[in-house]
């Protein structure tokens, strides 16, 4: 069996003032410490990723972005590159978000254009997909799937691969408090790992981690996170208090 490394990352959305930024890194770089044995990253809003970066700096927590250009350079008023964020101290870059997809109207074709960039340029990928309800509803789920992970990760090579992470979001889930049973999460995540094997072979397949998000809790996340194909949470609410956080990475740790 593949061992993975358990993932877990905190999605703060277009919550937090700048101090509320300052110190929630702060209290997550305290509880983790050194302590490597989980994969832990926050992802705060853009203004705040520098003093949140300063925050985490000499802990093992790494720093993600909630998005990214799907360009280098140049004209494109609001964007902000994958350099920039390099700079800012960004390890990781979450793509493809559903409230991306569905409320801002992002397609396949552009976020299979960030997911290139992103990594052309060095950052690690938190690729986001999942069914919305009606999709479910109508039995879509797996179709959903491969399609948005064909279009998603066409075109990329086998070191590019090494530095994506998919996170599994049904839009149903997200922010309603309806978390996936550990069952449908694992259900999903094979399938998923199933289509990789398919379509790019059992290395790519074993070694991708596949992380499970919307409405994860302290309370909920061991039975996803025991699932064999759940490496990990991408955790939306209770990512903003730092004790709901660091008790779904100390579960990861269990
Ligand atoms: P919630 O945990 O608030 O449901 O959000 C999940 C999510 O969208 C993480 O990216």
Same mark, same amino acid.
Request: proline share 4%.
């Given at each position: 069996?593949? @061992? ?14 700048? =101090? ?8 997550? *770089?305290? #509880?983790?410490? /050194? ?14 990723? $520098?003093?949140? #970066? ?28 994958? =350099?920039?964020?390099?700079? =800012?101290?960004? @390890? ?39 069914? $919305? ?54 259900? =999903? ?17 074993? /070694? $991708? ?11 909920? *996340? ?29 579960? /990861?740790?269990?």
């Amino acid at each position: 069996m593949p @061992t993975r490394k358990k993932f877990v990352a905190g999605n703060w959305k277009m919550n937090t003032t700048l =101090a509320e930024a300052k110190a929630l890194a702060a209290a997550v *770089a305290k #509880g983790v410490g /050194a302590d490597a044995r989980v994969t832990v990253a926050v992802c705060p809003p853009f203004p705040w990723l $520098t003093a949140a #970066g300063e925050a985490v700096r000499g802990s093992a927590v790494a720093l993600g972005a909630q998005d990214v250009a799907f360009e280098k350079k140049g004209a494109f008023t609001g964007e902000v590159s994958p =350099a920039m964020l390099l700079d =800012a101290g960004c @390890t990781y870059a979450i793509v493809g978000h559903s409230e991306r997809r569905h409320v801002l109207g992002e397609s396949d074709a552009a976020i299979n254009q960030k997911v290139h960039t992103a990594l052309e340029e060095g950052l690690h990928v938190i690729l986001c997909m999942g069914e $919305t309800l009606a999709e479910r509803e109508r039995g879509l789920q797996e179709r959903v799937f491969q399609r948005q992970v064909f279009a998603a990760c066409a075109g990329l090579t086998d070191e590019q691969f090494a530095r994506l992470v998919i996170a599994y979001e049904p839009v149903w889930a997200i922010g309603t408090g309806k978390v996936a049973t550990p069952e449908q999460a694992q259900e =999903a995540h094979r399938f998923v790992r199933g289509k990789l094997r398919l379509l790019y072979g059992d290395k790519i397949a074993d /070694a $991708t981690p596949i992380l499970y998000g919307g409405s994860v809790t302290a309370d909920n *996340a061991a039975g996803l996170l025991h699932q064999p194909d759940v490496d990990g949470a991408l955790v939306g609410g209770a990512s903003l208090k730092a004790d709901s956080f660091l008790a779904i990475v100390k579960a /990861a740790q269990g």
